[in-house]
């Protein structure tokens, strides 16, 4: 699996949109783009994943560069529920093995 | 609701003593998965199962051991052999087919006595 480049943190002011980039430059054709995030001491939750058209569902968007070497993770409206560690990760299409996190990006949401 | 459940929440052991920790869902998953997670840092794979009766070693199994009776249950055992256990467990399941998302529980804390 390809391996991904995150920023260690990123603040965002309640109630504006969040854009967290990932960079991926060395993602092959068949590696799908997921995110994930992990508030304290709770299990990874599942946000988002696209392959190569951006993708919107009722948490966040994905935005992925026409080339694939990157992605920006979109949260439009920041909560400060939001505060957590946001986990960007490539698989390779039909896997079933593990998620490899990196260290992600801690986005701390302030008031 | 359907999900994963993990138990217990926190679980304490004693030097030599085996224990188990729980994993149970109710998302007709095919697929689970057993991660170990140290303060800071990612996650790492310990062992995973694509079906019932059949389980796969991750990158850290040693130590560990499994059992998929069940569809709904993956219950891994922290052996007396691991020699570092102490950190944050995390199930996930996913279903079978291609990019399907991993869905993970709470988490158990194991720590040592």
């Known amino acids: 699996d390809a391996k991904t480049t995150q920023p260690p943190s990123m603040d965002c002011a309640e109630g504006r949109a969040a854009n967290l980039p990932c960079n991926h430059s060395t993602i092959s054709g068949n590696e799908y783009v997921y995110w994930y995030r992990q508030i304290h001491s709770q299990g990874p939750q599942y946000i988002i994943h696209?392959?190569?058209n951006n993708e919107t569902n009722e948490m966040a968007s994905l935005i992925i560069t026409e080339d694939r070497k990157s992605s920006t993770l979109i949260l439009p409206h920041a909560t400060l529920r939001d505060t957590a560690v946001y986990y960007c990760i490539v698989r390779v299409y039909g896997s079933a093995r593990q998620l490899t996190f990196g260290s992600g990006t801690q986005l701390t949401v302030l008031p | 609701d359907g999900g994963i459940t993990q138990s217990p929440k926190y679980l304490f052991r004693k030097e030599g003593q085996n224990v188990t920790l729980s994993c149970e869902q109710n998302?007709?998953?095919?697929?689970m998965y057993w991660y170990r997670q140290d303060p800071g840092q990612g996650l790492r794979l310990i062992y995973y199962?694509?079906?019932?009766?059949?389980?796969q070693k991750g990158d850290i199994a040693e130590g560990y051991s499994v059992s998929r009776e069940k569809k709904e249950s993956f219950p891994l055992t922290v052996t007396s052999a691991q020699k570092n256990p102490t950190a944050f467990y995390l199930c996930?399941?996913?279903?079978?087919?291609?990019?399907?998302?991993?869905?993970f529980g709470d988490g158990t804390r194991l720590s040592i006595l």
């Open positions: 199962s694509q079906i019932v009766n059949d389980f």
């Open positions: 998302l007709n998953h095919d697929a």
């Open positions: 996930a399941s996913s279903p079978s087919g291609n990019n399907q998302p991993q869905h």
């Open positions: 696209g392959l190569k």
